[in-house]
């Protein structure tokens, strides 16, 4: 059965962020709010972890378009290259928020996905939850949607269906408020045009 932990954004707990961390180091999987909808993570080290990922989403792992979600843009250079100076601008200008930047992958991804993964996708949210997390976690997580098994809404915005829901596939839940139900603007940036490829909650200022 998952833990469900309860935090807020303006101020998340610290010993409650620390003890999520100390899930995710264990291989753990959680499921967590963004400033979109929330989001299933784990720890990008722990093959096992994210294996179990793609397991839930019912992907092949070396086919899976996970993200990464970063603290900030520091870690930018471990899992990318080749950024241009306009893309650099762009996402500073528009992180932290509802954004996914793909990026061209750094040789890092690689060994991550068992693949041979070119791009890769970039999240800094604007929420306090899961930065906090991935601050004191010291790297990235993993994180794609969480998609309802239900069909006829696509995202569940409420944090304790979601413990009914992923009650036996994940190791916590964290209540972070109701999410929102439109997932980020993704905007492809690894070739020499900026393209938005899936229009969300975030409005592209370019």
Not at 65 to 93: A, E, G, P, W
Not at 188 to 206: A, N, T
Request: include cysteine; charged fraction near 25%.
């Amino acid at each position: 059965m998952a833990v469900l932990f309860k935090l807020y954004n303006e101020n998340p707990n610290e010993r409650t962020v620390k003890q999520i961390v100390e899930i995710l180091k264990s291989g753990g999987v959680i499921i967590y709010p963004t400033d979109t909808v929330y989001g299933l993570g784990c720890d990008i080290t722990n093959t096992k972890a994210v294996e179990r990922i793609a397991r839930i989403k019912g992907v092949k792992l070396e086919k899976a378009n996970f993200s990464f979600i970063c603290y900030d843009l520091s870690h930018l250079s471990d899992y990318s290259k080749n950024v241009t100076n306009q893309t650099y601008k762009l996402m500073r200008k528009h992180l932290p928020g509802p954004f996914t930047f793909v990026l061209n992958a750094s040789s890092n991804v690689p060994k991550l996905f068992k693949s041979k993964k070119k791009t890769v996708g970039i999240r800094i949210p604007n929420n306090n939850i899961c930065r906090e997390i991935v601050k004191e976690l010291g790297n990235p997580i993993l994180t794609t949607s969480v998609k309802n098994f239900d069909e006829i809404t696509e995202y569940t915005t409420d944090p304790e269906l979601l413990k009914e829901e992923f009650d036996n596939l994940v190791d916590a839940v964290i209540d972070g408020g109701a999410g929102h139900n439109v997932p980020s603007t993704i905007v492809h940036c690894s070739g020499d045009e900026i393209e938005i490829i899936r229009q969300g909650i975030g409005e592209l200022d370019l």
